[in-house]
């Protein structure tokens, strides 16, 4: 038993009941009962690690997230997060949390990670990084393709939240679980991942109920609604993560002046 973990999973069931959200969850019988497993996640909303865990509930499994350290920093958000395991990353100490990710999950935990490792402005698949394909190969433990949909509609970046009773629909789905081949580079089994979580976002989008009026800026332009294309979401990342190293390269002087 893990108190602090079922028990925010209450809160949590309470808050979503409370917001009206309804969710659909596909593939959760892909979920393994036992031992570890990478799920690689697209990522559209702050909330999202908090609704990935709903598929893993019915065989009674957790998810251990990896989350930048900011969040544990958090007075609120740190114990909590400690308490349930999840695992921080450290801009720049990247292989201290590699280390923690691979050794929970040859102890038999699931570890969840976000590959594009920023919410995707876009809401379409950014560049994947290599880190969790290496992870799973390491620990000898499969992969779950895992996609969410319609979560960009309840808080996203950059725009307001909708925490309110909105009655949004969202779709959690996971794959069928994906070893790595040896005979490719973790770049090329990176690839086979992203091409699998494509066709699963396809699919799902086109289940999903048709947006209209001010929810188009929900939806890709690729699929006819306002938010920006793939390549202006990247550009205004690029901008925003300038503007973050500029931001503390000034502070850095500071405090040696």
Not at 5 to 14: C, F, K
Not at 137 to 157: C, D, F, N, Y
């Amino acid at each position: 038993m893990e108190p602090v973990y079922t028990s925010v999973i209450g809160l949590a069931r309470t808050l979503f009941a409370g917001q009206g959200l309804k969710f659909t969850l596909l593939g959760e019988d892909n979920v393994p009962r036992t031992g570890g497993a990478v799920v690689m996640m697209n990522h559209l909303s702050y909330m999202d690690f908090t609704y990935a865990g709903f598929p893993a509930r019915k065989h009674k499994r957790l998810i251990r997230f990896m989350a930048k350290k900011e969040v544990f920093d958090n007075k609120i958000s740190g114990p909590l997060m400690r308490a349930m395991k999840h695992i921080a990353v450290e801009r720049g100490n990247g292989a201290a949390s590699y280390r923690a990710a691979v050794d929970a999950l040859k102890a038999g935990e699931i570890v969840g990670i976000f590959p594009e490792e920023t919410i995707s402005r876009s809401f379409e698949l950014k560049s994947f990084k290599s880190g969790g394909v290496r992870m799973a190969k390491e620990a000898g433990v499969p992969i779950l393709p895992m996609i969410i949909w319609g979560s960009q509609r309840v808080w996203t970046k950059g725009k307001p939240k909708r925490m309110g009773r909105t009655n949004t629909p969202i779709t959690v789905a996971v794959g069928e679980p994906m070893h790595c081949d040896e005979a490719l580079s973790p770049e090329e089994n990176t690839e086979r991942v992203k091409a699998v979580m494509k066709t699963m976002l396809d699919e799902i989008r086109a289940a999903y109920p048709k947006l209209s009026g001010s929810d188009l800026e929900f939806l890709p332009a690729s699929m006819g609604g306002t938010a920006p294309t793939l390549e202006e979401a990247e550009a205004e990342d690029a901008r925003v993560a300038a503007e973050r190293r500029r931001k503390f390269v000034e502070k850095q002087r500071e405090k040696r002046d």
